[in-house]
């Protein structure tokens, strides 16, 4: 009797073979039941390969068995919730936008009927995802693709990403107190949001306790956190800011403001790094202007970067912009970190001694330098020594890459292999020189947005 | 329809039907790499299509004939060597998969559960086929296996999971017959 699971299998897996395949199609034809087994297997190959991470209350699990599976979990399962990565929905949601464009450019507007299901007359924005999302209330549908009308957004953890009808896309990080006040207007009352404004939503207007942002095309990120400040970290292109006062200026890409009820209370320009994104469920963090000795190396750990001997580190990163990655990712083979860049810029990578370099970073166009930047990481109970020279536990190897426009580059994991040597790399950006060819490093492999 | 009408309608009905499009496409294709190039390649016809699209007509009907032909010209450009399904199991699969349009997000759901709840080895070979995207052989070689013993424990973990997910999604009145 032939096995209808193993048969299954052995088509899914692409070793069957034809005389088997030909069983398999006699019996789908006449199976309706089979074919729903069928249809069922492919649905758990299409989940297990997207990105899940194990995550434990509201904050992120270290023991995500994902990322290091040949550990035994220690965690009980009873209080663990799985997830699914705002990176890979944010990428489907850029995509979803970047068809909405496509739309806009290459059709005409016929007039046709409404569609069947009509929302209600308020209504002037899309529910388009959510992750982990608890809503404080439910005055608005919390479900995929529900419309949503003007009228307050009370998240209180997890992320919902919103797309007003003019297609401007919000991704709102709980907590966050957020309102859709019309088809392209929104307003932060406390939290953070991120909105990604295509050209057909160019306006798009985002209001704070100390004023207001007017997008001119791209990106920006917006935390408000009253009764103190708000901040504004232009992402890509140009935003218009008008304070309290009714000043209005303009901030490009690597610009961040400080707004608070006085007015605008500090810019600082020319960031280098603007965005960093990983699908670990650990923290990177910016640190601009921050390379120097003793910068503290990752988020999740109290090592340093120094330089290996008295020299200190290469002049050329002293003031660098730099990421402070996570450790804990080392055995993360699927690992990938993408930062932003307002400009051109010369990146580097920070890779351990003790283990192989990566194929990606070669395959991205970083070449080495030659030079060598250590880590302080208080092996052995020893406490972090000052300055420059001291306490090196791991020599770094930098590699370097010319980027010569603003884009996005993309890393990739650690290692493919088990290696307990391995540590997580470092990544620090400079402006790069103008007209500068004698660096001899290659064109890099640039994701431009 | 106005433009923006017609964005609002496709945004509205893609996000729920991408991952039925997408189980369908790697049930008929095999190869997620493939099913994602002919997911995006469905998206953007469907997209610049809407405008043909009735609204009195259901749009998973709609846009899976389009992804269907999208599949079927893949295959042709590229996999002429591969076993494919007759146009009238293609066809049968494409209505059976309409029918999980609701069920989706439960099914995804109930996996998370059920996969905490096997043993470390059948975690292991999971993350080592899914997230490491090992080969067969790799896989072998790693846990000291033969490719078709691989090939078998990878069968079992998947039907395991596959009863669990139905174990959780059957209501418990239907699982005693009470």
Known sequence: MIDHAELISEYLDDRITAARFDDLQTVLRSDPALRRQLLDRAVIDQHLREPISLTTGSES????????????????????????????????????????GLITTTTNSPQQPAPAAVQGPSAVALLTNSHGAVFADDSQPTSLGGRLSAGPIRLVSGTAQVMFDSTAVVDLVGPCEFEIVGPNRGQLRHGEVRAFVPTAASGFTLATPHGSIVDLGTAFEVTVDPPNDTIVRVIEGRV???DINGLNRNFLAGDEVSLNDQGIASVRQN??????????????????????????????????????DDSGMPAALHGADYVRT?????????????????????????LSDRCPVPTWVTEQGFVDTGWKIGLDAAAGGKPLA?????????????WAMNVPEAG???FGPVQAEPNPQAGTYGIAATPLPENDETTGLSKPALQPQ | ???????????????????????????????????????QSAALKAATKIDQYDPERPFMSWVMAIARHEAVDHLRRHRRDRLVFAPDLMDQLAADAELLTDQ?????????????????????????RYRENLSIQKMADRLSMTPNAIYVALHRIRETLARCIQDRLTPPQEKTGD
Not at chain 1, 287 to 306: F, G, K, T, V
Not at chain 2, 5 to 23: C, D, G, I, S, Y
Not at chain 2, 108 to 115: R, S
């Open chain 1, 408 to 410: 996005r580059v993309t």
């Open chain 1, 326 to 350: 996570a450790m804990s990712d080392k055995n993360k083979y699927d690992l990938h970190v993408t930062v932003t860049l307002s400009r051109p810029a010369r990146l580097y990578v920070f």
């Open chain 2, 104 to 128: 989706m997000t439960d099914r995804k759901l109930a996996l998370a559960e059920c996969l905490e709840a096997l043993v470390d080895r059948s975690r292991s070979i999971i993350a080592m």
């Open chain 1, 240 to 242: 218009a800011v008008l």
């Open chain 1, 271 to 308: 960031l280098l790094i603007v965005d960093v994104e990983s699908n670990s469920g650990h923290e990177y963090t910016i640190e601009h202007h921050a390379l120097n000795e003793d910068a503290p190396a990752h988020s999740d750990r109290n090592y340093q970067w120094n330089g290996l």
């Open chain 1, 61 to 100: 699990d270290d023991s995500a068995w994902w990322n290091g599976y040949n550990e035994v979990d220690s965690q009980s399962p009873a209080h663990h919730s799985w997830r699914w990565q705002p990176v890979a929905a944010m990428a489907a949601l850029i995509c979803l936008v970047g068809l909405i």
């Open chain 2, 1 to 39: 329809m106005t433009e923006q009408k017609r964005n609002e309608l496709f945004a509205r009905h893609w996000v729920k039907a991408q991952p039925v499009v997408m189980t369908y496409l790697l049930t008929i294709l095999r190869s997620a790499s493939d099913a994602e190039d002919v997911l």
């Open chain 1, 386 to 398: 000052i300055g420059p020279g001291q306490s090196i536990d791991v020599p770094y190897t930098i």
